[in-house]
T-cell receptor, first 114, second 116 residues
Framework: KAGVTQTPRYLIKTRGQQVTLSCSPISGHRSVSWYQQTPGQGLQFLFEYFSETQRNKGNFPGRFSGRQFSNSRSEMNVSTLELGDSALYLC?????????????FGPGTRLTVT | AQTVTQSQPEMSVQEAETVTLSCTYDTSESDYYLFWYKQPPSRQMILVIRQEAYKQQNATENRFSVNFQKAAKSFSLKISDSQLGDAAMYFCAYWAGGTSYGKLTFGQGTILTVHP
């Protein structure tokens, strides 16, 4: 099976712009979680989707949003980018409805905001 | 709120030797799950080992084993016969289970260097 894929792998945006990141889970996996990784804050949970429904959300401002499609692919959107949004964004998928039991991570999207 | 603490920002080990990475956590839950993830320079997070809190027996996966002390809220990772490929950032992670869907709480990580 192909692993979790994330596109694009690298992205450079300007402050104030918006960005959409994509995550394709492993075939058959229905849960997708998103994390932000920065040197200062470490790994922080953004949100989780299962069967097109957001079931859990971390402590991030409303500028961060996501969605999941019927094929389980997920996107996250960040509007009005700030310099502090520069980070590695990781998504993870799991075959279980208990979506943290065994998370398979993608390679990440490195977002740089200038 | 649950927190995970890794007190060793960096560790090093000689190839073929054994190293132990420390992790402590804080929770009021009685059932939960603990994980060690490895993140090599390629940035791909890889699950190393998993421990269910209700299991008293320590988990083992080949050269990797844990020392789970529930009362002390301690969860250390032992890597035996270290290999150059073990060099990576290691993260301890906690999952509360139940309705805490998708949310892993990670420690700050420990950079492991393996010397030939």
């Amino acid at each position: 099976k192909a692993g979790v894929t994330q596109t694009p792998r690298y992205l450079i945006k300007t402050r104030g712009q918006q960005v959409t990141l994509s995550c394709s889970p492993i075939s058959g996996h229905r849960s997708v979680s998103w994390y932000q990784q920065t040197p200062g804050q470490g790994l922080q949970f953004l949100f989780e989707y299962f069967s097109e429904t957001q079931r859990n959300k971390g402590n991030f401002p409303g500028r961060f949003s996501g969605r999941q499609f019927s094929n389980s692919r997920s996107e996250m959107n960040v509007s009005t980018l700030e310099l502090g949004d520069s980070a590695l964004y990781l998504c993870a998928s799991t075959p279980h409805s208990q979506s943290s039991y065994e998370q398979y991570f993608g390679p990440g999207t490195r977002l740089t905001v200038t | 709120a649950q927190t995970v603490t890794q007190s060793q920002p960096e560790m090093s080990v000689q190839e073929a030797e054994t190293v132990t990475l420390s992790c402590t956590y804080d929770t009021s839950e009685s059932d939960y799950y603990l994980f060690w993830y490895k993140q090599p320079p390629s940035r791909q997070m890889i699950l190393v080992i998993r421990q269910e809190a209700y299991k008293q027996q320590n988990a083992t996966e080949n050269r990797f084993s844990v020392n789970f002390q529930k009362a002390a809220k301690s969860f250390s990772l032992k890597i035996s016969d270290s290999q150059l490929g073990d060099a990576a950032m290691y993260f301890c992670a906690y999952w509360a289970g139940g309705t805490s869907y998708g949310k892993l709480t990670f420690g700050q990580g420990t950079i492991l260097t393996v010397h030939p």
